[in-house]
């Protein structure tokens, strides 16, 4: 398939200098490139995160993988131990049966002697005496008080009284503190198993481990000549490393604290990644329990081999050449793709041009029925849809221009009567004056002639902002505080036959809310946001005005309620345009809401309506706030 013509088209005539272009890391690369390229990368990225979440996922499944390896072996460790421990039980069980003392004795001294014996130690306790049986001469020998004492108070008096109370035999790990014991000396770890004896006396023998660092290297031999892994066995009293295949270095040793947290203080089995004495490897540690269920130390397995090594390094380069036949894939795609894709891009491009040149009859072929076929009948809807437009404008120019003229001479013409209407209110309000002086402090007639003189003085602000709003005058700004604005708009707006039988509530706070403004003027936008809320009311309804700030406290808000009629959508669109109205009857001359705009825009506000037919209308005048005390030019 032969590539399409790439001769650049001319020029229309009237284009200006080309406009500088950004930089492009492609720079006057093609698109079918840009595309290929895009394909690459976007295929290296997912090949690269899937490589990544499949090594992820699986060293999360081999460390799984490795830590139930070690639970079930360190299991296997714990079932030799209990192995052994059943041995014990059975010889103090047979032993408890034998009921001539000197020939339990005897048999136990040529146990002991032996050297086979599944028990290194024997102790009775009987009378409060505790007694050691000495295999030479096969004779008991009575232990010093302060060393039968600590055993009683030990592990030892717990697993021998247990036994005592129940009548029956028990067993378990116990700590035997075995300074003054003949041959033995410090705390030693061990297996114990004590049974009651006819009267009140109780036989304890104990499988002492801690004392055979061989003990713990047949554990690990047996373990790793089962399961084919070089394996370490340690054995804890508390945290502390008594017996052990690591060697007679590890004596002593503590263990890792968290692996001590975890399987002292809290009594369960810990599977993980441990420290051993310098190094972190792969380790699992199981609790060992006393008689009553308390913890005594700790039985720990460790490996420094890599179980699943090999398997972790055959999936690693199986993702890899995966994420290399995709991306292979990908640019072959990319290459076939951005030929078909290419062509009729460059075809709408050649259309735009012509579109550019005002040829609005020029139409774009269409040989597909994919989402480049539906650019194309866009496009060539577009410009049917452009040459439509421009027909219509053409027609709507005439109209809108003829509708300015007669707006521009409507508002001269009330600019007129706005200006003539001064002079009888000039006069209105002398008179009144006058009047007003000439009665009485008490005359009750004064507080009319100050009604009179008010709204007189109103109207002439209004005439002034009408002809303010025609002729863009500058207002006069103070500092105002807009709860008294309102209390005061309240004050003679309650006197409108609007309000007749109708309830005005007024909230406004103690807390002054100053604004930078004109207070006549903004008295007036007040009134004609009553007024229009009246008006659009039912008697008996309730107006309400509210003075607040907003969130951010930087602005004021003069919320004026009602629950009348409420404005239509497609009229509140409209509300501000100068002799809009949607008043009935000719009553209104839809000057209201756009002065009052045009008054609040000067003092850098905004009125924001709300309305719903039938629910009523909410209209808030936002103005900037002043901090308290602040003072302007």
């Given amino acids: 398939m032969a590539p399409p013509s790439s001769s650049p088209s001319p020029s229309p005539p009237d284009e200006g200098p080309p406009r500088p272009l950004r930089w492009s890391p492609f720079g006057r690369a093609s698109l079918r490139a840009r595309l290929v390229v895009a394909f690459g990368l976007l295929t290296v990225l997912l090949a690269c995160g899937i490589l990544a979440a499949g090594i992820t996922i699986f060293a999360r499944r081999s460390q799984a993988l490795v830590e139930a390896r070690l639970s079930m072996d360190v299991g296997a460790v714990e079932q030799i131990l209990v192995a052994r421990q059943q041995v014990l039980v059975s010889v103090t069980r047979s032993m408890a049966h034998v009921m001539d003392p000197d020939l339990r004795d005897q048999l136990l001294c040529a146990c002991l002697g032996s050297g086979q014996s599944v028990f290194d130690l024997v102790l009775s306790l009987s009378g409060g005496q505790v007694a050691y049986l000495d295999p030479i001469g096969c004779r008991a020998i009575q232990l010093p008080e302060d060393v039968a004492a600590r055993l009683r108070a030990s592990d030892v008096g717990d697993l021998a009284r247990l036994a005592r109370e129940a009548g029956a035999l028990r067993a378990g790990w116990a700590i035997l503190p075995a300074d003054g014991i003949p041959d033995r000396a410090g705390a030693i770890l061990t297996i114990a198993a004590a049974s009651p004896l006819p009267g009140d006396g109780v036989v304890v023998l104990f499988g002492v481990l801690s004392e055979r660092n ?34 007679a270095e590890a004596i002593g040793s503590h263990a890792d604290p968290a692996v001590a947290e975890r399987v002292l203080d809290q009594g369960e089995m810990r599977v993980g990644d441990a420290r051993v004495l310098d190094r972190t ?120 221009l003829s509708l300015v003229e007669k707006q521009v001479s409507v508002g001269r013409l009330a600019a007129g009567v706005a200006h003539e209407i001064n002079n009888p209110l000039t006069a209105i309000l002398t008179l009144s004056m006058l009047v007003r002086r000439k009665l009485p402090q008490d005359d009750p007639r004064r507080a009319d002639l100050d009604i009179v003189c008010d709204e007189a003085t109103r109207c002439r602000d209004i005439v002034q902002s009408l002809l303010d709003f025609a002729r863009e005058r500058p207002t006069r700004m103070d500092v105002v505080d807009v709860g008294e604005v309102v209390e005061e708009t309240c004050a003679f707006v309650e006197r409108y036959g609007a309000f007749a039988g109708m309830n005005l509530v007024a909230s406004v706070t103690e807390e002054p809310f100053l604004v930078r403004g004109d207070a006549k003027q903004l008295q007036q936008v007040v009134t004609n946001l009553l007024l229009n809320a009246a008006e659009a009311s039912a008697p008996g309804d309730t107006v309400r005005i509210a003075v607040e700030e907003d969130s951010s406290g930087g602005f004021v808000h003069v919320v004026v309620e009602d629950h009348g009629r409420g404005i239509p959508a497609d009229a509140l669109q409209r509300i501000f345009e100068p002799f809009f109205t949607t008043k009935e009857g000719g009553t209104g001359t839809g000057l209201g809401l756009s002065v009052s705009l045009g008054i609040v825009q000067r003092h850098e506000g905004t009125i924001q309506i709300e309305s719903e037919p039938g629910r009523g209308t909410r209209a808030t005048v936002v103005l900037p706030r002043l901090e308290d005390g602040t003072s302007g030019p």
């Fill in 281 to 400: 490897i792969p380790a699992a540690y199981v609790p060992l329990r006393r008689v009553d269920s308390s913890v005594a130390g700790m039985l720990g397995l460790a490996t420094t081999d890599d179980l699943y090594g090999t398997i972790r390094t055959r999936t690693v380069n199986q993702f890899v050449l995966v994420g290399i036949g995709a991306l292979l894939l990908a640019l072959a795609s990319a290459w076939i793709l951005s030929v078909s894709f290419v062509r009729p891009i460059r075809a709408l491009a050649e259309g735009m041009t012509h579109v550019a040149r005002g040829d609005l009859d020029y139409k774009v072929a269409v040989h597909s029925q994919d989402e480049l076929g539906s650019l194309a009948r866009a496009f060539n809807r577009m410009v049917r849809a452009v040459k439509e437009r421009d027909i219509r404008l053409q027609t709507m120019t005439a109209e809108k």
């Fill in 214 to 247: 061989d003990v713990a290297r047949e554990i690990a031999d047996s373990i790793t000549r089962r399961q084919g892994t070089p394996y370490r066995v340690s054995l804890f009293r508390d945290d502390v490393r008594v017996a052990s295949s690591l060697g």
